[in-house]
């Protein structure tokens, strides 16, 4: 249980970074000291108990680290979005790609022939998929919409986000002036944000519904920032935009000449630019011919299998929710590739290989599961021949721990790995692995 800490002040030096981006500071019982550097001597309070470390506030930097930066966000420290602004873009690669290595060497006890090249693009404004509180706070009188603070449930107070896509970011107050006017302002718990290339969409979560009045501040809201608000009243399937027609959201892939169609609440690679690089250097690795016929595992909407099936010559997508495999096969039809087969099966369950796409070959397989990993589909891949294989995984921990299996248990080498930096001023790692059979060891004659 979390209790609260004493206030007393303390100095240590940090060594190193946890998880999620706090210092640090060991001697004594260990400190996770927010907003804190590795090389740093720093002061700190020590807010909450926990059986083996303490979390803690920072309060004076008293040796900064070189890699210091001044935060971009005038609400950093305050807010829970960001985790790393503070330190500079280059050493923020840096402890992502030591954080792949540590999880590979001590969760899978694996090692790459080769590391790739991080993957970079946008730092700043990339964020096009985000969950954002709302809470109409009545010692305030008004509403509130952003992230939470740290050491707290609250929501932070944000005038603006620097990691929010346009024009998102900037809609923070006047999204929290709109609510405040809501006669269903403290029955809106949330907004989620999807931010498409022809529209923004503001998906807004409500416990009643909206008055009429309230209906005509969203409209007028709508025309004057050029957003959309659909309205979600339980789950997922009741998503509703506020007024009809709503266009299709979509996305391109330009190098593949392709357009894909989403919905609201689908899931997305939260950075544009990047999942174009991501796709590219996944569709590089897997070396494809006209000849490859690949497996796409976990293939969501299509993001990685239409532009594969414009290199190979058949592609099979398994997905477990099936609204996203009627997405991707309307997005094939759409884009004119005739070439991909899409299927629904839990891929989490035991019965999936009893499926007539899991009872064929394949030259090729793609992973792209979610946090959990892939474990129960890794015997798969050697039934079904892959004679390559790219993992795509958004946890270093379940990665590695999938690695090890692959390379330890079932006859996977593992030829590279690497980051992708998906979420810039985050601690979160996006990583890609590349495996193949592995060759025969050459056999050693005995001296006559």
Known sequence: ????????????????????????????????????????????????????HDEAELLTVLEPAAERVAP???????????????LDSAAQLVIKERQLRENLERVGRVEPREWLAP?????????????????FVHARGRSMVGFREHFSSHIAELKHCEVLAPPVGELLA??????????????????????AENAVVLVMRVLDPPTPEDEMMLLEFEQTHGVRFFLQSA???SVRPLREPAAALEYTLPEFDIRLQFEPGDFLQVNAELNRSLVSRVVELLQLDAQSELLDLYC????????????????????????????????????????????????AGADFGAAPWAGRSYSHVLLDPPRVGAREVLPLLQR???????????????????????????????????????????????????????RPRARQLRPQ
């Not at 021949?385 to 079932?410: F, K, M, N, T, W």
């Not at 980051?419 to 601690?427: E, K, R, S």
């Open 384 to 438: 079904v021949g892959a004679q390559r294989v790219v993992y795509v995984s958004c946890h270093p921990g379940s990665l590695a721990r999938d690695l090890g299996i692959l390379v330890h248990e079932l006859g996977f080498e593992l030829l590279a790995a690497g980051v992708a930096d998906m979420f810039p001023q985050t601690t979160h790692v996006e990583s890609l692995a590349v495996l193949a059979p592995a």
């Open 235 to 237: 789950g997922p399937d």
């Open 72 to 86: 971009r966000c005038a609400h950093f420290g305050v807010c829970g979005g960001c985790a790393l602004q503070h």
């Open 174 to 195: 006047p999204l929290g002036e709109l609510l405040t006017r809501l006669a269903v302002r403290e029955r809106v718990p949330q907004i989620e944000v999807a931010v």
């Open 1 to 52: 249980m979390n209790r609260r800490a004493p206030a007393v002040a303390e100095t240590g030096r940090v060594d190193s970074l946890n998880h999620e981006g706090a210092g640090v500071v060991r001697g004594g019982k260990t400190a996770f000291v927010s907003g804190a550097l590795p090389g740093e001597t720093v002061s700190f309070i020590r807010r909450r108990h926990h059986r083996q």
């Open 300 to 347: 969501g909407l299509g993001n990685f299998t239409l532009p594969i099936a414009r290199r190979a010559a058949s592609v099979t997508g398994v997905e477990g929710e099936a609204s996203l495999v009627a997405r991707a096969r309307a997005n094939a039809e759409r884009n004119g590739i005739g070439n991909a087969a899409f299927h629904s099966a839990n891929l």
């Open 119 to 135: 993957l970079t693009g946008p730092q700043w404004q990339y964020r096009r998929r985000a969950r954002l509180g709302a809470r």
